[in-house]
């Protein structure tokens, strides 16, 4: 086997230290390439070490921005969790709160009863407050009076069940006259009448009531106007009297 100088290129045998033309020193050359190849070996090992460490750099920021991503997202996720438990806490709040203002206000609602002494309170309220008679709510009760055989029932006509309803202050049960008086229909429809101030009611002569009006109207005007207190305070104040005779 043969090999060339690499300087004159002359042929030389394969065993040869020296160039027969030109005096080359082949083992000078050999181990020049083998310092050039372990330099080679050494850069290529240390690319291939920079290589790893920066793909294991690289691994190591995804991992790192993987991490806070779904930190972000998992806080996001608990914060919107937070914000629709505290809606829903306080829409459950809001709905409780409406919900016992509402029954409240239903339980304060006066309602069609069969309660002789509230019926008669909602009607002189509401007999004073439309000005059907000149008379101002007195503090210190009212007389309602169911005369069992009365004259005055022949006056009115419109008489109801033949049952008059006769209204007097407390102050002047023993005296005077009606503040006003009234009947009620089986449908429960109540006639009105206001006796004359000067003369009273006269039995010679028909009277017509002031005013008709469903008992559920006169529940619901004084709903309206919130007096269901009021009334319910007057009711305890009403005395009702069954009497023989006028």
């Not at 339980?107 to 069969?114: A, G």
């Not at 004084?222 to 104040?237: C, F, G, K, P, T």
């Amino acid at each position: 086997m043969k090999k060339f100088c690499p300087k004159c290129g002359t042929e030389n045998e394969n065993k040869a230290k020296f160039c027969k033309k030109c005096g080359y020193n082949f083992t000078e050359r050999t181990t020049t390439e083998i310092y050039n190849l372990e330099d080679t070996n050494k850069k290529r090992e240390d690319l291939k070490q920079n290589t790893n460490n920066k793909n294991k750099l690289l691994i190591v920021i995804i991992i790192v921005l993987v991490c806070v991503i779904a930190i972000f997202i998992l806080r996001e996720i608990n914060s919107n969790n937070k914000s629709k438990l505290t809606s829903s806490t306080n829409t459950v709040s809001s709905s409780s709160l409406n919900e016992s203002s509402v029954s409240s206000d239903e339980d304060d609602k006066l309602t069609i009863e069969n309660n002789p002494k509230l019926d008669a309170a909602a009607l002189i309220y509401y007999v004073s407050e439309n000005n059907i008679s000149d008379s101002s709510i007195d503090s210190q009760g009212y007389i309602v009076r169911l005369p069992s055989n009365s004259e005055l029932i022949n006056s009115l006509s419109k008489k109801g069940q033949n049952q008059v309803y006769e209204v007097y202050r407390e102050e002047n049960r023993n005296d005077g006259g009606p503040v006003f008086v009234y009947t009620i229909n089986s449908d429960d429809t109540i006639n009105i009448y206001r006796e004359s101030e000067d003369a009273g009611f006269n039995p010679d002569e028909t009277y017509d009531p002031v005013k008709s009006i469903s008992k559920s109207k006169v529940i619901e005007y004084l709903n309206d106007h919130n007096m269901a207190s009021e009334v319910r305070n007057l009711s305890n104040q009403v005395e009702i009297q069954q009497t023989d005779k006028d």
